[in-house]
């Protein structure tokens, strides 16, 4: 085994002594307890990788609140059982099946660089996402029915109604799970679809019935 | 399109206007630049999905620092480009080749419940983790080898043994990408291999000359 | 005089501070008026500690309409004026006799863990709540009359039966109060009996008509 | 057994219909499984009945987050293992033993009715209060230790520092618990002593360091 590997940059170490001299030392009991006696979230998070995304922080999550997979794009592929290794499809089943959450929420956001890499593919203006060793491309090809949906939308509209779509596609893609389909069912489980406008700090949620997004 | 989707609970929805009316509006600026100038992380972190663990709270990171990669058991599957979908792969990929990160930290923790699983499915004792339509078990094979190494600790050894493992054998995996490689050997990036104690607010890092975790 | 005390976790801070920017502000004129006129509130409420329950929640309250007691399985005490601490018929008195409250709510829950105490310790499957330094036991003695009443029920019965003699005994109790019967007799104060089934978000109010109780 | 109940009044029954419709509806697997898998609190809080007082609200706290006990002024007696009843001390053996909470913060808050009538108590402006048969003025004797060490300040300042003394009393009797003291000891337990100004909408928090109330 080789293991490459080097010291933690000094600016980390401190920030992390000093969080464990302030943060950790007044909440010490919550992080034994929290040690002791697992985890019991009540949602699952799905968002993006985005550095610019702290789910935590904008809904005041305290440790142990919130299960969240962060991926590009926030997305969720359809069911696929073929034995073959799915990160995302594995956190969603064990955040459904091992830890029962309540809710799971897929949360977009503005200014997505893999939103806009799919639309760039999908419009013909990357190649090198369409090679088949782009690992990149190839997980965003489960945007691409959303692409569909939204290709001949202006030019200024595209990217912001991708990016929803990339929460539709993942909160359809959801349902095709049937862990999660009966969850539903039973009312164990209900879905939620936000889009989070970074620069302008705002939320909208998807409404079934209005079949769009509605600021909160 | 049939979306199913409910709304945001109340106390999400009080939550984030309280985040809005404070934390945003006292750094509207920053997020308004964050907006428009695009994200520059100067590090990915690949850590768990797990309720407990606040990379951002841990490192006192703000908006825009971390790229944040989260799967269960924070794993890195070895470079496989065969045309497939491989969310964390595309995570890596971005990260290295788009953003030009400079770092990227694995971040394991204590109390697993995805290494848990590797081992009771490694040791015999969780059949339906064996199954080729458990997504979960099928992840989670990505840290096979790591078993294989601790497989003989005594028992209040092992798990623990484990975590680590699914550290290292993401590092060893990393390195199997070309882009990976390339950036690593050209000191453009590099990787850091760290596990944290929940209960203890504790964080070792892996240093290869002792070819152990050491508390930093 | 020494105090042990710590600073608040900063995700309590966080949401104080969201909630005085928000709901705070927004309101800013009835809190003022709260502070300046006192509390003039319509009803008592006597509930559970139990962190599912909330009273606010499910009447839609606002901030001065109830008056509430909350304590373990939402038991009041028969009328004992032998000049000791006596923290619910300090409430009660207060509530009738300083606030003039025109209702007093006792409100019971299914997943009582304080009546399944009871329930243990009546049945002789807990000796550590029958020991004379147990708080919790000494309390839920309040409860053993209702215990008598249903300790012949089937076992599947048994618990939600004596969750509902918990209201029960603390409404026959109330009645003990001479300034609680005394208000009811001029028709000053009501009094009324609740079960809500936390999993179902169902009501069932004490109907003596029936004698028993009945949805709402 | 003769129960004294009315049917709640209809404003209540409304309300409680659009919370069943809504709220509820919206969140059925939340509150689901809530009753499957037992509260797993975080925090106790113990405040005053005060309607003014909504713990829930200021802090954004969902179902499930806080196990509450309310009795006037927000008092904990000492510790007194004598057999009687005892409904605060229950409250907190059953938190701190049974829930295993990592927090119990006490709310103290302005325009206390409670605080008041002890100080009008000790100056001999209540004679009422004196009487052994006062289950208000027995359970406010609780404070009397406060009293004395504010009785000789200003007028105007008597009050609100009475107000303080009550979280400073709580969090001193609190220690009188061996159950308390030696879960503080092994840093399996945290105490918080708050002041909220109502009016205001302010909190701040006893800081021993300063031997005083901080604004947060």
Redesign the interface.
């Known amino acids: 085994?080789?293991?490459?590997?080097?010291?933690?940059?000094a600016y980390?170490?401190s920030?992390?002594?000093?969080?464990?001299a302030t943060?950790?030392?007044?909440?010490?009991?919550?992080?034994?307890?929290?040690?002791?006696?697992?985890?019991?979230?009540?949602a699952?998070v799905i968002s993006c990788?985005?550095?610019?995304?702290?789910v935590?922080?904008?809904?005041?999550?305290?440790?142990?609140?919130?299960?969240?997979?962060?991926?590009?794009a926030n997305?969720v592929?359809p069911h696929n059982?073929?034995?073959?290794?799915?990160?995302?499809?594995?956190?969603?089943?064990?955040?459904v099946t091992?830890l029962?959450v309540?809710?799971i929420?897929v949360l977009g956001h503005?200014?997505c660089?893999?939103v806009k890499g799919c639309h760039d593919m999908c419009s013909g203006h990357s190649p090198q996402l369409e090679e088949?060793?782009?690992?990149?491309g190839?997980?965003?090809?489960?945007l691409k029915p959303g692409y569909e949906?939204v290709a001949t939308l202006p030019q200024d509209q595209i990217l912001r109604a991708l990016e929803k779509q990339a929460v539709?596609v993942s909160?359809?893609n959801l349902?095709t799970f049937p862990f999660v389909m009966d969850?539903?069912a039973d009312?164990?489980?209900?879905?939620?679809?936000?889009w989070n406008?970074?620069?302008?700090?705002?939320?909208e949620?998807?409404?079934?019935a209005r079949g769009g997004f509605v600021a909160?």
């Not at 059982?81 to 955040?95: F, I, K, L, M, Q």
Request: net charge neutral; proline share 5%; with cysteine.
């Open positions: 085994m080789t293991v490459t590997a080097r010291p933690l940059p980390l170490v920030r992390f002594n000093g969080w464990r943060s950790y030392q007044d909440n010490k009991a919550w992080y034994r307890r929290l040690a002791e006696s697992g985890q019991h979230p009540r699952m990788c985005d550095s610019r995304v702290h935590t922080s904008i809904f005041g999550a305290d440790e142990g609140e919130f299960f969240i997979h962060r991926n590009i997305l592929p059982p073929d034995g073959e290794r799915h990160g995302t499809s594995a956190a969603v089943e064990y955040a091992s029962g309540a809710h929420i503005s200014g660089g893999g088949k060793t782009s690992f990149v190839r997980w965003l090809d489960i949906r539709l909160l359809e349902m969850a539903v009312d164990r489980l209900t879905l939620h679809g936000l406008n970074i620069g302008e700090g705002e939320l949620q998807y409404d079934p909160i």
